[in-house]
T-cell receptor, first 111, second 115 residues
Framework: GENVEQHPSTLSVQEGDSAVIKCTYS??????FPWYKQELGKGPQLIID?????GEKKDQRIAVTLNKTAKHFSLHITETQPEDSAVYFC??????????FGTGTKLQVIP | KAGVTQTPRYLIKTRGQQVTLSCSPI?????VSWYQQTPGQGLQFLFE???????NKGNFPGRFSGRQFSNSRSEMNVSTLELGDSALYLC??????????????FGPGTRLTVT
C-alpha cells in the first residue's frame, strides 16, 4: 500500500518568515496530493491540493510543488502569520477516496 | 451550505461495550469516508462508502464496521471496545452529485474514550 513520509514533525518560524514542509510517497499510481490544516479541536481542513499532471500550484500565500519522478511534494507558506499555527498534514491518493496521510507537522509561528 | 456533522462529539465507553457513531455529509455528497486519528498512529483510513456500498477498506479488524443509508448519512460501529480504540474518529464527505472535484471535507470528529 501507499506510504507517505512527512518532515519535519515540528517547525518554528518567526512571523513573516517562510515555512516549508516536505513529503514523499511510495506508490507511483498516486495522482492526487491534498494538504490539510488541523487546528485544535477541529477536523482537518483542505487548504490546497495538486494533481499529478501539474508541477506547481499557488493560492495566495500558499504553494505546493510536486516532483513525480522523485515522488516528492512540498508545501510552502510565505509571510507566515500567527493564525497559520496548526498541524499540517500531507496526503496521497491513487483512487476512490482512500487517502493516506503523512504523520503531520506542528507549525508554530512566533509573533 | 452546512458542513459535515458528526454525533456525538464526545463519548466515554467501557471496555467490551460497543459504540455507534454517526456522520451526516454535506448535502449532495455521495461518498463518506471514516478515519481514526491517534497521537501514535496519526490519521488512518478505516473505510469508504459510496451509494450505500463499501468501496474501500483500511487495515482494521472486523470489530470496526460501517454502513451508509440512502440519504448518504453514515454510521460506524465498533464492537467489543478495547482501550486502544480511544481516538478521534473523523468522517469526510466528497463526490457531489452531478460531478465536480473530489476533495474531502472533514467533520469535527467524535472523541471516543474507552476506560
Amino acid at each position: 500500500g501507499e506510504n507517505v513520509e512527512q518532515h519535519p514533525s515540528t517547525l518554528s518560524v518567526q512571523e513573516g518568515d517562510s515555512a516549508v514542509i516536505k513529503c514523499t510517497y511510495s506508490d507511483s499510481a498516486s495522482n492526487y496530493f491534498p494538504w490539510y490544516k488541523q487546528e485544535l479541536g477541529k477536523g482537518p481542513q483542505l487548504i490546497i491540493d495538486i494533481r499529478s499532471n501539474v508541477g506547481e500550484k499557488k493560492d495566495q500565500r500558499i504553494a505546493v510543488t510536486l516532483n513525480k519522478t522523485a515522488k516528492h511534494f512540498s508545501l510552502h507558506i510565505t509571510e507566515t502569520q500567527p493564525e497559520d499555527s496548526a498541524v499540517y498534514f500531507c496526503a496521497a491518493s491513487g483512487g476512490y477516496q482512500k487517502v493516506t496521510f503523512g504523520t503531520g507537522t506542528k507549525l508554530q509561528v512566533i509573533p | 451550505k452546512a458542513g459535515v456533522t458528526q454525533t456525538p462529539r464526545y463519548l466515554i465507553k467501557t471496555r467490551g461495550q460497543q459504540v455507534t457513531l454517526s456522520c451526516s455529509p454535506i448535502s449532495g455528497h455521495r461518498s463518506v469516508s471514516w478515519y481514526q486519528q491517534t497521537p501514535g498512529q496519526g490519521l488512518q483510513f478505516l473505510f469508504e462508502y459510496f451509494s450505500e456500498t463499501q468501496r474501500n477498506k483500511g487495515n482494521f479488524p472486523g470489530r470496526f464496521s460501517g454502513r451508509q443509508f440512502s440519504n448518504s448519512r453514515s454510521e460506524m460501529n465498533v464492537s467489543t471496545l478495547e482501550l486502544g480504540d480511544s481516538a478521534l474518529y473523523l468522517c469526510a464527505s466528497s463526490l457531489p452529485v452531478g460531478g465536480g472535484r473530489n476533495e474531502q471535507y472533514f467533520g469535527p470528529g467524535t472523541r471516543l474514550t474507552v476506560t
